[in-house]
Every structure is written in structure tokens, then in C-alpha cells.
């Protein structure tokens, strides 16, 4: 798994739960206690199931 910024972080589990509040399937199997979206997006994040990628722009 690459590791990723905090703020890379933040972005792609803020951007999975924003899909899943709005009725996209989980991913992974959800335990029965978590029923909140930015839950399950880490959940999703740390079992590296999220489809989204990060683009770095190179520094000079």
C-alpha cells in the first residue's frame, strides 16, 4: 500500500463516504455495530478497497 499524506488520507476517506451517504455499495463485509458512512470508509481504507487513486504533481 502506498502511504499517503494525511491530507490524502482525509481526502479519499471524506470522498468514500460522501459515495457511500448517497447509496453507493460498500465494498467490504460491514460489521453489524458500524453504521455510519465515514465509518465504514475506513474501514474500506484500511483494508485497501478503495478505488480511488492519487495523483502527485512532481516538485521541481
Do not use: N
Not at 12 to 38: E, N, W
Request: aromatic share 6%; net charge positive; charged share 25%.
Amino acid at each position: 500500500m502506498l502511504q499517503y499524506t494525511r491530507f490524502e488520507k482525509a481526502r479519499i476517506i471524506g470522498a468514500r463516504a460522501l459515495q457511500i451517504s448517497m447509496g453507493a455499495p460498500s465494498l467490504i463485509k460491514i460489521p453489524k455495530d458500524v453504521i455510519f458512512p465515514i465509518d465504514i470508509a475506513m474501514l474500506e481504507f484500511k483494508e485497501d478497497a478503495i478505488p480511488i487513486t492519487v495523483k502527485r504533481v512532481e516538485q521541481l
